[in-house]
């Protein structure tokens, strides 16, 4: 592989708890409770679609998305980069024959805050495509399309890097490999026996370029 595509949430930096303790939250304000493990099926995916997946009706959902985005800075401390990921990603960066992205869930606002202020790791990245740019997110293909057309990627010599059955989708669905990351959750036997690659350390990733 020579175009390495990452997702976020899950795999580069452990935010489960941030958003479903959150969501959780915002959820009970509206008389709705919900037990942490109802919830954390639809991590991965944008926030509209998990409230969705969960039965929200459409006309409650940008209010409670709203509320559920200003309660995530009571969460925030939970949140940091997985041991490893930073010095995989500058080995990769640094490679000239490499080139390294990043397609997420997170709007473009969450992008600035988590992926450039606090945790830097957008320095290591040659582009980007966040939720906001495309119409549909994940597990829809639209943002691993955005970014192939962004960057002029081969899908072929495509990798993208994820944590959950979203990311596997929306690779397959735009013809582009997945690698799956084992740190985080525990994986479900059908997600790892449908991915191209396991990948259980972050060092193990540069096992993945080709030359």
Do not use: C
Request: hydrophobic share 40%.
């Amino acid at each position: 592989m020579k175009n390495f595509v990452f997702d976020v949430d899950g795999t580069l930096i452990d935010s489960e708890k941030m958003y479903m303790l959150s969501m959780q939250r915002a959820l009970a304000d509206t008389g709705r409770q919900f037990e942490y493990d109802q919830l954390s099926p639809t991590f991965g995916t944008t926030g509209a679609i998990a409230l969705k997946q969960i039965g929200i009706p459409d006309a409650e959902i940008p209010g409670i998305m709203a509320v559920w985005q200003d309660y995530t800075k009571d969460t925030y401390d939970t949140m940091h980069v997985y041991p490893g990921v930073e010095a995989a990603l500058k080995q990769l960066h640094e490679n000239s024959q490499i080139k390294t992205a990043i397609v997420t869930s997170k709007a473009a606002a969450e992008y600035q805050r988590d992926l450039v202020e606090n945790f830097p790791l957008d320095r290591y990245m040659d582009n980007h495509v966040t939720a906001d740019e495309v119409k549909r997110g994940k597990p829809a293909p639209d943002s691993l399309l955005a970014l192939v057309k962004k960057m002029s990627l081969d899908v072929a010599d495509t990798v993208y890097v994820g944590d959950t059955i979203y990311d596997l989708q929306a690779a397959h669905a735009a013809g582009i490999a997945f690698a799956l990351v084992t740190w985080g959750a525990e994986k479900d036997q059908a997600l790892i026996r449908d991915s191209e690659y396991i990948v259980d350390k972050p060092h193990a990733l540069l096992d993945l370029i080709t030359k």
